[in-house]
């Protein structure tokens, strides 16, 4: 596993290859807050993990358990990676957020385009 760290979220990724080696599962972990100073930082985290983790098809698990908060800037780098992880043939998880993480989601009305479990 691997560790990012900015001033206010931290990030750990794990990679994971699937039984036949078609299809790797990546798991962000975030931690902290995704806003204007940090979102970028977490796109790069992304699409760093993708380009020398997955060599093809890539699951994308963000995990936000512990993840505090997160603005309108780190919703759309979700957003992004979603669309990049469905271009290529994967997909894109967000792992137990919390309720005013939900609650953003809904608002937004974008519970159809990113999947939640």
Not at 22 to 39: F, H, N, P
Not at 46 to 72: N, P, S
Request: glycine share 6%.
């Amino acid at each position: 596993m691997s560790y990012i760290s900015a001033c206010k979220t931290s990030l750990a990724v794990v990679a994971r290859q699937a039984p036949g080696g078609r299809t790797t599962q990546i798991i962000v972990l975030v931690k902290g807050e995704v806003d204007v100073a940090t979102s970028a930082h977490l796109a790069a985290a992304i699409t760093r993990v993708v380009e020398t983790q997955a060599r093809g098809k890539a699951d994308l698990v963000i995990d936000l358990t512990h993840l505090r908060f997160i603005d309108v800037s780190g919703i759309n780098v979700l957003m992004r990676a979603a669309r990049q992880a469905r271009a290529c043939g994967g997909t894109l998880v967000l792992r137990s957020p919390n309720r005013a993480v939900r609650r953003l989601l809904d608002v937004l009305r974008l519970d159809a385009e990113l999947a939640v479990e």
